[in-house]
């Protein structure tokens, strides 16, 4: 049997390397936002957040964060949809700022 700890210690890590592969993703976007290969991956990193934003082993206030950057992933994968999208810079923006703050709440939770 896996104690509590281990898998919270576990779904911290696969937090981190879902918000490393988000920021990877945005930028990527951010330089190709045509690109249907990122939309794909995007959504399928929205897929995997949205996991973790309801898994009951994870404290509070991560998978408050975690629902924060799924939020700001549908917006940007909404944006790159529209026809025209003016304003996608910006909203990639406010993702990899949602993830830079997720990224230091997984941090103090480690501590």
């Excluded at 991956?41 to 973790?52: G, K, P, R, T």
């Excluded at 549908?74 to 003016?86: D, F, H, I």
Aim: hydrophobic fraction near 45%; charge should be negative.
């Amino acid at each position: 049997m896996i104690s509590w700890r281990c898998r919270e210690d576990s779904m911290m890590l696969e937090l981190q390397d879902l918000v490393q592969r988000l920021e990877a993703t945005g930028r990527q976007i951010l330089e190709t936002p045509t690109q249907l290969d990122l939309h794909r991956d995007l959504l399928q990193l929205i897929h995997q957040i949205s996991v973790l934003a309801r898994a009951p082993d994870l404290p509070l206030f991560l998978r408050s964060g975690a629902k924060d950057i799924e939020t700001s992933a549908v917006r940007v994968a909404r944006t790159l949809e529209a026809p025209a999208a003016p304003d996608l810079a910006e909203i990639v923006r406010e993702m990899q700022a949602s993830l830079e703050a997720l990224r230091s709440a997984i941090e103090r939770g480690r501590a």
